[in-house]
């Protein structure tokens, strides 16, 4: 091979043909050859430690001319995990259910990661080659053929991609360049170079790779996992460069491209443009909706629970999109947040549910194991009503009990131990003295797998018509683009009122945290109000307010019977409010 001007070696084998298998022979300063795959490999076939194999990626014959993507305004998110949606594990697997997701309502699914990862089991962020999709997923023309499918029934495809670390077995990325740096560290150890010496090639590298996936693999957007963790202090951030190399990828193909990042910093830089010193993300997970929303639930105060637990956390959270702006954190001690206003709600991604808050706690517990239907049906209303992008994890439409704990397939003895040391450390800091789920069983992955047959019995039937039913209603509404709002709570009540003003009618939903029936005055307009969804009787009709309280004539309240844990969807039609 030989270097060029910017220090890349190079060679050009003609008539390479596709399926061919290559390794790299590098000579270390000991004069010793020693051999590694290609660390932007498109196709492991047999492992993290076998060589690369070349891929023939423009001889896939795409159908999906005619998608022109979406906006977030109107998106509806579905994480699923590939390995353990269906009992095949694949992408393939996946396409047998896009049909049921579109319609359930769901308008975007959102892929795990599925870089190639050591063995056959993993969450997906232990990725080591960011280019080649999972060989035990179906590989390249798996996961072109899932988009394909995705895209002719309606549905976008965003993937999960890790650049704030590689996983630890099979990364021999280190041993072609100076891709990681000691000036910082990260949860999971050295972090990589985006501002140090020789950086230009590290951050064209994994630039390249988002190009890569949305172009080649015809995807409408990438989740930037755990940004907070991409330590640059460069005047230009390596994220603010991604976003602007995808903006030209856009409007190259004339198709939206969308970039979504995770960070618990609520630090609104990671939303604001560029001028103003900004990533311009199109949007960012918002911790502090799960947090405000999962506590009034659930109870729980423990680490940063202890930050939440009052209706007003979460009125405050769906007035600006996360609530700690500046203000002091008893769990960080310490100031925490900057303030979100100004970003419209399809800026933040919102959720009950999800892979980390699932899966990071000790048991692996989902919501439907921690509270009673209808404590799952008032999340349910209070995500999918909300202003922001509901983000669904995989099964929680209908209840599935099934956990979703850690599991892994390292090949490395050493690795193995210690991550089953790990696991059992944060138990015991958790106060969890029972045997622990071993990451590494295959026994393990499969208690993970979901249990479609569930959606078909009760009660897990109804609550996934709950789901259907609500996002009809955010459809029909129009939720994710009405912009005004008015949120008020009753804390001595656990009571939260959220009016809406829509194209259609004016909105009041009145949602029901306290665990005894309660009677509520409820301050209403004079108009001809309805009530569209009752979650306590979950009909599809509309029920004359009469009903359930005295109808509204000159501004004076309603008096409402509400059950436990239930919430109302009010509605005042807008020709009739005019008329």
């Known amino acids: 091979m030989a270097s060029d001007a910017k220090g890349y070696w190079q060679l050009d084998v003609p008539a390479l043909p596709t399926g ?10 000991t004069g010793h050859f020693e051999e590694w795959p290609d660390p932007a490999s498109r196709s492991q076939p047999h492992g993290v430690h076998g060589p690369s194999q070349t891929v023939d990626l423009a001889s896939f014959a795409w159908t999906d001319q005619a998608w022109q993507g979406f906006d977030l305004a109107s998106a509806v998110i579905y994480e699923l995990h590939v390995g353990t949606y269906t009992p095949e594990g694949t992408f393939d697997g996946v396409i047998a259910h896009l049909d049921d997701l579109a319609q359930l309502g769901v308008t975007v699914i959102e892929i795990m990661p599925v870089a190639q990862f050591p063995g ?54 280190g041993k072609f360049g100076r ?11 050295e972090a990589l170079n985006f501002d140090g010496r020789d950086s230009g090639p590290v951050r064209d590298f994994f630039i390249a790779n988002a190009l890569y996936w949305l172009e080649h693999y015809h995807l409408d957007g990438l989740r930037l996992d755990a940004i907070d963790g991409i330590r640059d202090f460069g005047a230009h951030h390596v994220l603010a460069e991604l976003k602007e190399a995808v903006k030209e990828l856009a409007q190259r193909t004339g198709k939206p491209k969308i970039l979504i990042g995770e960070s618990d910093l609520n630090d609104s830089k990671v939303l604001a443009p560029r001028e103003c010193g900004g990533f311009a993300l199109d949007a960012q997970w918002s911790d502090d909706f799960h947090h405000a929303l999962h506590t009034l639930l659930t109870g729980e105060s423990t680490g940063y629970y202890a930050d939440f637990g009052s209706v007003e956390h979460l009125a405050q959270t769906l007035r600006q999109g996360w609530f700690y702006d500046g203000k002091y954190s008893v769990f960080r001690r310490r100031k925490h947040g900057n303030s979100p206003k100004g970003f419209s709600p399809e800026h933040f991604v919102v959720c009950i549910q999800n892979h980390d808050q699932t899966g990071n706690r000790v048991r692996g517990d989902r919501l439907s194991t921690l509270v009673d239907a209808e404590s799952l049906k008032l999340a349910a209303g209070v995500v999918l009503l909300s202003p922001f992008v509901p983000m669904l994890f995989m099964g929680e439409e209908y209840g599935e009990t099934a956990p979703f704990v850690y599991f892994t397939s390292h090949e490395d003895a050493g690795l193995i131990e210690a991550v089953r040391k790990g696991r059992r450390e944060e138990a015991i800091r958790f106060g969890w003295k029972h045997e622990l789920h071993d990451p590494q069983s295959e026994a393990t992955f499969h208690v993970v797998r979901l249990r479609h047959e569930l959606k078909n019995t009760s009660p897990h039937r ?93 501004d004076e309240p309603v008096t409402l019977g509400l059950s436990p844990r239930s919430f109302l969807v009010l509605e005042n039609p807008r020709e009739r409010a005019n008329s």
Not at 20 to 29: G, K, N
């Open 20 to 29: 061919a298998t290559y390794l790299y022979r590098l000579e270390d300063s």
């Open 120 to 173: 056959a089991r993993n969450w997906g962020y232990d990725g080591v080659y960011l280019y080649a999709p999972q060989d035990s997923y179906g590989g390249a023309a798996g996961l072109q053929r899932l988009v394909d499918a995705a895209h002719r029934r309606g549905l976008a495809v965003v993937l999960d991609v890790v650049y704030n670390h590689l996983g630890p077995e099979g990364n021999y990325l």
């Open 179 to 189: 891709y990681f740096t000691k000036r910082y560290t990260t949860p999971w150890g």
């Open 462 to 554: 109804e609550l996934r018509e709950l789901y259907q039913r609500l996002l009809a209603l955010r459809r029909e509404y129009g939720l994710g683009h009405a912009a005004q709002q008015d949120v008020v709570a009753y804390e001595a009540a656990k009571i939260l009122v959220v009016r809406r003003e829509t194209d259609r009618a004016s909105l009041c939903m009145v949602f029901h945290f306290g665990e005894k029936p309660a009677s509520f005055a409820l301050p209403l307009p004079a108009g001809d109000w309805r009530i569209v969804l009752d979650s306590s009787l979950q009909d599809a009709e509309p029920l004359e307010l009469r009903s359930r309280g005295a109808a509204p004539r000159n």
